[in-house]
């Protein structure tokens, strides 16, 4: 309607009730009419010169004292007096056809019930590892921390998951603490980050803050950047989003670490990490495990754009992808897909946007405790998990599909997918692999550099 006008005033008065538009004046609105079914019956009998008699009540079906409630039910029924009656043969087929379709379907409503029972059972009995487990990292492990944490039954039961009860202080004693944060100087940074939005709502717009944002110096001015991206963060949650019951505690620790870190500023992605800390820890804690999460090397390398530090750990993660699947690697290669198309996703959310909650924590817990390897051999995993799929696929689905993984993606499969993933190559591990990438990086600038002026 935007496209077109209605052109009224040519139109006779008799015609202007009629419904629709009249396009390029070659379909008269007038045919346009909607008809019930009274007239189309009229028309018909014009046509013909013949009335249409509805058959009598006596000639409908006789042999039944109900409608059938599905189609199913019409082949045990006998045609129409107009029709010619079914033969004996004809008959008995009907029937056991129809008796075919009904043990089918019982069969599909029997495996539908094992289906479901087998699911209680698993949860089930993934409630009680939980709660055992519980037992174990309450009693035995947190209080002895230091000493347990690298034994090997602790990172056995590290790798099956966290208990959600114990999930935020075990992750807030994996990141550590180097930065020395306190509760007060967060309450420090958060009053500094208040006074900035009030002096922003009071001398400029949101639009006029979001144009600075990118390009004064001081990254504080980045603060107003987060209320973008705080409606986007797990949308389907309801929490984060204005009015709801989280929305303000993300804006504040997102606010307070642009004001402690102004050299890193906000980056879109953080609100996940963020509000992932924010869901298993208290507001404090969530911000000194979100400030010193993102000093590690890997961290700092993307939210700062380290562009040659991101090439490294991109050329690491292929080295280790050629090794596990060599042929998805060269398909990849034959399109020029690089890891960066996929990968700076998942590393800036750190796979919670990703995958599903539950899952993405689940993958937090183990990168907790193996560090950034974890992230790299996460993607190769999903990676190996598809391989089938995105063998079949050409550049533009391929890059679909990864930026947005299926939602039906199971612990289990992408766990057992992981685990198949070897971190080695040439007897060389990740640190030692991403070391002397570093190593050729540092001698190959030396090559290369000027020669002394005389």
């Not at 609100?271 to 090397?297: G, M, Q, T």
């Amino acid at each position: 309607r935007n496209f077109f006008t209605k052109r009224t005033k040519e139109l006779k008065p008799a015609v202007q009730s009629a419904p629709g538009w009249k396009l390029f004046g070659k379909v008269p609105p007038r045919e346009n009419l909607p008809k019930d079914s009274k007239i189309i019956q009229q028309e018909y009998e014009a046509r013909t010169g013949r009335m249409y008699k509805p058959p009598p009540p006596s000639a409908r079906r006789k042999n039944i004292e109900f409608e059938p409630l599905s189609t199913t039910a019409l082949i045990l029924e006998d045609r129409p007096a107009n029709l010619p009656a079914k033969s004996v043969e004809e008959a008995l087929r009907h029937r056991q056809e129809y008796d075919e379709m009904v043990a089918e379907a019982k069969k599909r409503e029997i495996k539908e019930a094992h289906k479901r029972k087998k699911i209680m059972r698993e949860r089930f009995k993934q409630e009680e590892n939980i709660a055992s487990a519980m037992v174990i990292w309450v009693n035995e492990i947190l209080p002895n921390w230091e000493g347990m944490r690298a034994t090997r039954r602790v990172r056995e039961l590290w790798w099956q998951g966290l208990p959600p009860s114990v999930r935020g202080k075990v992750w807030s004693l994996a990141v550590g603490n180097e930065l020395n944060i306190t509760p007060e100087l967060y309450e420090i940074f958060l009053s500094r980050a208040k006074e900035r939005w009030k002096s922003f709502s009071e001398t400029s717009t949101e639009n006029d803050i979001e144009d600075a944002g990118a390009s004064v110096a001081d990254r504080e001015a980045s603060l107003e950047l987060i209320k973008l991206d705080i409606s986007r963060t797990f949308p389907s949650l309801y929490i984060f989003q204005k009015g709801g019951p989280y929305h303000d505690l993300l804006h504040s620790v997102l606010g307070a670490y642009t004001c402690y870190r102004p050299d890193v500023g906000y980056v879109q992605g953080m609100s996940f990490i963020a509000a992932v800390l924010i869901l298993n820890l208290e507001e404090a804690d969530a911000f000194i495990a979100f400030a010193n999460l993102l000093n590690k090397p890997c961290q700092l390398a993307f939210f700062r754009v380290d562009h040659s530090m991101m090439l490294k750990y991109f050329a690491a993660f292929e080295v280790f992808f050629e090794e596990n699947l060599p042929k998805l690697f060269l398909h990849f290669k034959s399109y020029s897909l690089t890891p960066d198309i996929y990968l700076i996703d998942w590393i800036f959310t750190l796979y919670s946007k990703s995958l599903p909650l539950d899952l993405a924590c689940r993958v937090w817990d183990v990168f907790c405790r193996d560090g950034e390897e974890f992230l790299f051999r996460t993607g190769l995993g999903i990676l190996r998990l598809y391989e089938d799929i995105l063998l079949q696929m050409d550049f533009i689905h391929i890059a679909q599909f990864l930026t947005k993984l299926p939602e039906d993606i199971t612990s289990e499969k992408l766990f057992s997918c992981i685990a198949a993933i070897q971190m080695q190559n040439s007897n060389k591990k990740w640190a030692q692999v991403f070391a002397s990438l570093m190593k050729d990086n540092k001698e190959g600038d030396k090559n290369h550099s000027p020669a002394p002026k005389s």
